[in-house]
């Protein structure tokens, strides 16, 4: 899942990008609405993190504006006004949900988490090729019966592979939705994953290579 962090102070957005980061999320931060405008435009989100008060004024009108325009993607509201009016305001602009400054960032991982399920909500609760099933609402793993130990880009990787089972999933489709901005598109980070995927999904091998294309799931 690929969220998209708007914040202006900079030692607060590399926190929280670390720890979104570590929950397994891909993270692209933007300290005001110009830059957030731009990378909106270009890629696809899962979730917006968006702090309320930004140097180009209070986030909740360009908020309500694209809300206006037909934008659904979820937004969690960051912000130190923590009135009850303030919440009120923020979720009639749009907001799917708003969290007080400040906060464990425990919990906003679990708060980002339940907000990008619904970006997936078009999927079934599990997921499945062969003897391997995924069950999102867990986010557990199991090929046989048997309970896999993934990383959070194992788990991403298999997901999209899953989604698409039976169809090729390219490199760069895969860096674009479970890598963020940091991922260098050269580098051999997408084939590190399959490897340790192959090897923990164990035999027969489910992920199969097609040269100059990408990867395919699916029984040999």
Known sequence: MRVLLVEDDDDLR?????????????VDGADDWPEADVMLHVTAYDC???????????????????RRAGWSVPVLCLTA???????????????D???????????LVLR?????????????????CADVVMDLARREVRRGGVLLSLSPKEY??????LVHRDSVVTRTALLE???DEMADPVSNVVDAVIAGLR??????????TVRGQGFLLGAA
């Open 81 to 95: 006004l923590d009135g009850l009016d303030d919440r009120v305001r923020g979720l009639e602009s749009g907001a």
């Open 156 to 161: 991403a990787v298999l997901q999209q592979l």
């Open 199 to 208: 090897r923990k999904l164990g035999t027969p091998s489910l992920v199969h």
């Open 112 to 128: 980002v988490r339940s907000l990008t399920r619904r970006a997936a909500e078009r999927l079934p609760a599990f997921l499945s």
């Open 14 to 26: 590399a926190v929280l990008a670390a720890g979104l980061r570590e929950a397994g999320f891909a």
């Open 177 to 179: 939705h479970c890598w």
């Open 48 to 66: 917006v993190v968006l702090d309320r008060m930004l140097p180009s004024g209070d986030s909740l009108a360009r908020l309500e504006s694209r």
């Open 97 to 107: 949900d708003y969290l007080a400054k400040p906060f464990a960032m425990r919990e």
